[in-house]
């Protein structure tokens, strides 16, 4: 089973959080988001722990809270915070860890940091967030190419939201990377609709993700 695994996006606002609940959910894993900036009234960390069954025990505090809801090398700015991936306390657990990035692949940390080197140094694999609009398959083609530039393991291609079959269909074709699971989109989202979603996900995702460690 794995350890830790990173949960990356193709871009801002595509479902990552609601995906990172019912990936936890399905794999039994703990999930942590290491920078939050803005909505700290409803952080992606609450929304998560509000989602997960045992989320008090399973969801961890970020490492950094930031007032301002824009990429976080700019809210860090704003807040005299000074972020250094490098400086990181993961959480204690003896159970895998799902770890929430920010934005999408290459979303400004600080500095010349991005979340891709985040990744990078702490050697993470990643589960890759995708979703359907005007503009996916171009976005979700460039960040496996950047992911397999930088040799981040894709171990996992997760759909968010309504499905698009052609797009997919695409994606798939050209990337060589069959999509391990589709989270669909949920008129009222709740632990139930969580639970649901997970219980249809588990088994495939969860062999894909075991497939991918195998490999190596």
């Given amino acids: 089973m794995f350890k830790q695994i990173a949960i990356a996006g193709i871009h801002t606002d595509i479902g990552k959080t609601v995906a990172s609940a019912v990936i936890a959910e399905a794999t039994g894993a703990d999930y942590w988001k290491p920078v939050q900036a803005g909505g700290l009234d409803n952080s992606d960390t609450a929304v998560v722990r509000s989602l ?4 008090a025990g399973r ?12 990429s976080p090398h700019a809210a860090a700015a704003i807040d005299g915070v000074v972020i250094d991936h490098r400086t990181f306390t993961f959480p204690a657990t003896d159970k895998p860890l799902l770890i929430e990035t920010a934005g999408g692949l290459l979303s400004p940390l600080y500095g010349n940091a991005t979340m891709a080197e985040f990744i990078e140094y702490y050697k993470l694999p990643a589960i890759l967030i995708s979703s359907n609009y ?8 460039l960040t496996i190419e ?14 968010s939201g309504r499905q698009n ?3 997919e269909a695409y ?3 050209y990337s060589g990377i069959g999509i ?8 009222h989202l709740d632990s139930r609709a969580v639970a649901e ?3 249809m996900i588990k088994d495939k995702l969860l062999r894909d993700i075991n497939k991918a460690y195998a490999k190596g």
């Fill in 52 to 55: 997960v069954s045992n989320g």
């Fill in 59 to 70: 969801v961890h505090p970020e490492a950094i809270k930031l007032t301002e809801p824009m």
């Fill in 134 to 141: 005007l503009g996916s398959i171009n976005h979700t083609l």
């Fill in 146 to 159: 950047v992911m397999q530039k930088r040799n981040i393991p894709i171990i996992a291609l997760v759909m």
């Fill in 165 to 167: 079959k052609e797009s």
């Fill in 171 to 173: 994606i798939e074709s």
């Fill in 180 to 187: 391990s699971a589709r989270i669909p989109f949920m008129e």
């Fill in 197 to 199: 979603s997970a219980a």
